[in-house]
């Protein structure tokens, strides 16, 4: 199972120290990017995200909780390996959306809120290397897991068949649900709250680990 700890839930003010003390368990780091428009809350954007590469080795899974993704992707340092995420219901045309983040040079994801239907992804599946299925409504940490979600990551799983796009899933994972949510089909984790909530962060991972298998 990938890991990808949200840093939403971690000191903003101890940001790369916080991530550094994860870093040796995960496959990416989460970083949610927010407007105050497309939710109503507002995180850290380019400048902060940028300077957070010094000293950190893993490739960033950018979730852009934003309504002008066309706009902003281009100001975020990339490398080959990082995934800049859009949702289908910012105000950029998807296939447009797609199209530019591919040019910046690293992977493409597609990411949809609890209340969108899971087939309106269907139509980009051949474009994009990852799904972010929410399961929670975005825009904050610590709320509960949407257990409909299962059976929208499974219907995408099995749409998505053998094409090489993964699954990732966001909102509300704990060790109580996470083998629930990998058995669907997800492939990468998000977990903010089970993660920087805790003291002991090293613990917590193992445990989520543990618990998915
Ligand atoms: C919510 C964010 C999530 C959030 C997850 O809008 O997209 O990444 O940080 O936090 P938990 O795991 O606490 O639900
Ligand atoms: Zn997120």
Redesign the pocket.
């Known amino acids: 199972m990938n890991i990808s700890p ?4 971690a000191d903003f003010g101890n940001l790369r120290a916080e991530a550094r003390e994860v870093e040796s368990l995960v496959t990416y780091f ?1 970083i ?1 990017v ?1 407007d105050g428009h497309f ?1 109503p ?1 507002l995180t850290i954007g380019p400048p902060v995200v940028n300077s957070l590469r010094v000293g950190l080795e893993k490739p960033f899974d950018i ?1 852009l ?1 934003i309504d002008y993704p066309i706009e902003y992707a281009p100001r975020f340092d990339v490398t080959p390996e990082d995934i800049i995420t859009f949702h289908i219901e910012s105000k950029d045309e998807p296939f447009r959306a797609i199209d530019q983040i591919r040019e910046l040079g690293c992977k493409v994801g597609i990411s949809l809120r609890p209340i969108t239907p899971i087939t309106a992804v269907f139509p980009y599946l051949d474009l994009v290397d990852l799904v972010l299925v ?1 399961s ?8 509960a ?1 949407m257990p409909e979600s299962l059976q929208r990551i499974e219907k995408l799983k099995n749409e998505i068949g053998d094409r090489n796009v993964m699954i990732s899933v ?5 060790d109580t649900n996470v083998k629930n949510v990998v058995d669907a089909g997800a492939e990468l984790i ?6 920087f ?1 805790k003291s002991d962060r090293i613990a917590a991972m193992r445990a989520l680990i543990a618990a998915a298998s």
């Open positions: 949200s840093l939403l839930s989460h949610d927010m939710v809350n979730h909780m929410m929670v409504e975005p825009g904050f940490g610590g709320q897991f966001d909102g509300g994972i704990n998000v977990a903010g709250s089970a993660i909530g």
